[in-house]
């Protein structure tokens, strides 16, 4: 093991390292499983991972992506908050724990860290895993139901991510409002859906009620301009693609992107983006076209209000002079303007 190989490298090494006493055959299938499990109604009285396969066929196809995603997101979060690092980690329903790598990948260094996960074939593998990570050595693994009897430790920073999808909406309810109950800071991450971007608006809400304000990707606390069942707001995380994302998906691109829904909301002053790019930029001659969420504007000298919270899209052309070249370099979910402008 490469000691200092940042995270996501290292995770893949170990990823790789457990494929290697699974039949491709085997591994394949169980993906295969897994995604259908996924894509349709989940139970939610038993785990989604019943066995070791399943569990080394989920990590290794599903914890890259989600590392990914959850990553974006928590750094979304230290920009915001740069002054900010938590001291301690809950990963709610975190099976095999790629939060918690993602977590280290963000803010160096061991913490205290709790994996809460009701699959013990995905606790094992969890830490399993963790070896290759030495600021994971002292983690936690812990069985426990995910739902409406959950209770959490406080904390600094909970993590629940790719989870809500999985519960009924009294579990949802319940999860989520026990995260705010016990951490300063809370980061929701779904699928880049229709429904996963709903499920993150309802913990946003629910968030918000309790008293946090909203770090990212929002520029502001209040309601999410999108009119419901009009459009959704997600974002784009590039993953490299192993063999068993090759064989299971077929073609021969050597990356995918994974698309996700997400929220992070603390108790603490934070400050958030501008603006942020909620769709991929359009470049054109002498022009970009950035889709940005605005946050309201202030009143003018008069007094009257400006604009409400909204999505607009501003062009930036050559005139702008070095926005317009920060503008060509701009990337779907990134702040706006950068901040050394």
């Known amino acids: ?49 019943r066995n070791q396969a399943d569990a080394t066929a989920y990590a290794a196809y599903r914890m890259p992506a989600t590392f990914e995603a959850v990553h974006t997101a928590l750094t979304a979060l230290a920009d915001a908050a740069p002054d900010w690092t938590p001291a301690g980690h809950t990963d709610v329903g975190g099976g095999t724990g790629a939060a918690t790598w993602a977590v280290t990948a963000t803010w160096p260094g061991p913490r205290p860290v709790t994996v809460l996960d009701w699959a013990d074939p995905a606790l094992a593998l969890g830490r399993e895993i963790a070896t290759a990570n030495r600021a994971l050595a002292d983690a936690r693994w812990e069985r426990a139901r995910i739902g ?12 629940v991510s790719y989870v809500l999808g999985e519960l009924t909406a009294a579990d949802r309810t319940a999860v989520v409002d026990a995260a705010a109950a016990a951490a300063q800071a ?5 699928p880049g859906t229709p429904d996963g971007y709903a499920r993150v608006i309802e913990a946003r809400d629910r968030l918000i009620r309790a008293g946090f304000r909203i770090a990212a990707p929002c520029p502001h606390s209040a309601a999410c301009p999108i009119v419901p069942g009009t ?28 698309k996700f829904s997400y929220v992070a909301a603390v108790r603490f002053p934070v400050t ?32 009257r209000p400006g604009q409400p919270e909204q999505l607009r899209r501003r062009t930036v052309t050559k005139r702008h002079g070095d ?13 706006w303007p950068p901040q050394a402008l």
């Open 231 to 258: 459009d959704w707001c997600h974002f784009s995380a590039r993953v490299s693609r192993s063999s068993l994302h090759r064989q299971v998906k077929g073609g021969s691109l050597a990356y995918e992107d994974e």
């Open 272 to 303: 958030p983006a501008a603006a942020r790019v909620v769709r991929r930029p359009q470049i054109r001659k002498g022009q970009v076209l950035l889709d940005l969420c605005e946050p309201a504007e202030a009143p003018d000298a008069e007094g």
């Open 1 to 49: 093991m490469n000691e200092h190989a940042p995270p996501s490298e290292t995770l893949r090494t170990a990823l790789t390292a457990l494929l290697d006493g699974l039949p491709p055959k085997q591994a394949a299938g169980a993906v295969e499983r897994l995604i259908e499990n996924y894509r349709g109604t989940t139970p939610t009285h038993t785990p989604v991972l």
């Open 323 to 335: 926005l317009y070249k920060a503008a060509r370099d701009a990337d779907w979910g990134d702040a």
């Open 148 to 159: 409406t009897a959950l209770t959490l430790d406080p904390t600094d920073l909970v993590t």
């Open 186 to 190: 809370v980061v929701v991450v779904e």
